[in-house]
């Protein structure tokens, strides 16, 4: 599929997705938007990718919201708004409904919508010079959208200080609160996070599907009720050809070939 605002690229089977609009610090538009959503779509629907980056061309990761499309904000209905606001909020539900690993490498600022894309995926890295912040404050909004996210990622104190100050924080602030798990210099960051990507690509695409579900899932469970959900999905994983053939791999000292069932 031919995009506008991505560049799409392959490096064995990690699916590298790049936001393409560097000179609006790759800040999000509907268009982008829909267009994110559905080369998500595409690499997981992809039996030749097991993991996906998602990145920034230029010096920014993503700038948010098009700031442009917030001073039209007034002059749209209510019914218009709403609409916008659940096309928006489907590409945040992105990292709910993955199957494969998304890891975030934050190149450069990563602001409003951008810091919840980097909150949505499942490993995110970043490179020294980079910021997180939800300025959304100042102009006169609330990240409504991505505080869901936010919550999630930095924990609730955290992201309600950063949504109503309006501060953002370092790279190095962001590894420290659990944001992101590694931070490295600019020229290394792509190519430590395609290496993590393709390590964890490497592994049983059924247990992957199945941690992914395991993690989503039970993050807002009571906790009696997420150990019984997490025995079903342990059932599921004893009983896979993946395990067996694991096992297998492992007494026979060979690499598993995994077959996802």
Same mark, same amino acid.
């Not at 290394?188 to 059924?206: I, K, N």
């Given at each position: ?31 982008? /938007?829909?267009?994110? %959503? ?9 039996? @030749? ?7 920034? !061309?230029? #010096?920014?990761?993503?700038?948010? $919201? ?17 609409? &916008?606001?659940?096309?928006?909020? &489907? ?8 199957? !494969? ?16 894309? /980097?909150?949505?995926?499942?490993? /995110? ?5 980079? !910021? ?22 930095? $924990? ?18 962001? !590894? &420290?609160? $659990?944001?992101?798990? =590694? ?27 199945? $941690? ?10 009571? %906790? ?16 896979? #050809?993946?395990? =067996? &053939? ?13 077959? @996802?069932?």
């Amino acid at each position: 599929m031919k995009y506008e605002h991505l560049i799409v690229e392959q490096e064995n089977r990690v699916r590298v997705v790049f936001m393409n609009r560097p000179e609006k610090r790759n800040a999000l538009n509907e268009k982008m /938007a829909a267009e994110l %959503i559905a080369a998500l779509y595409e690499a997981d629907a992809d039996s @030749g990718v097991g993991a996906v980056v998602l990145t920034g !061309k230029g #010096d920014s990761f993503c700038a948010g $919201g098009d700031l442009s499309d917030f001073a039209q904000a007034s002059t749209k209905t209510a019914p218009v708004l709403h609409q &916008e606001g659940m096309a928006s909020t &489907e590409m945040f539900k992105m990292g709910l409904k993955m199957t !494969k690993p998304l890891v975030a490498a934050v190149n450069g600022h990563a602001i409003g919508g951008g810091y919840g894309l /980097a909150a949505m995926c499942h490993l /995110a890295l970043a490179n020294e010079k980079a !910021k997180f912040g939800t300025p959304e404050i100042k102009v006169g909004i609330f990240p409504f959208v991505i505080f869901p996210l936010l919550i999630r990622a930095v $924990g609730p104190r955290r992201a309600l200080e950063m949504a109503l100050t309006g501060r953002s924080i370092s790279a190095a602030e962001a !590894k &420290e609160i $659990g944001l992101v798990n =590694k931070v490295c210099p600019p020229e290394d960051l792509l190519r430590e996070s395609l290496a993590l990507a393709s390590e964890v690509a490497g592994w049983s695409p059924l247990v992957l599907r199945l $941690g992914l579900n395991a993690f989503n899932t039970v993050m807002d469970m009571e %906790i009696n009720k997420a150990f019984d959900y997490l025995n079903t999905l342990r059932v599921i994983d004893f009983m896979s #050809d993946d395990l =067996k &053939e694991g096992a297998m791999a492992f007494t026979q000292k060979r690499s598993p070939q995994w077959s @996802g069932r």
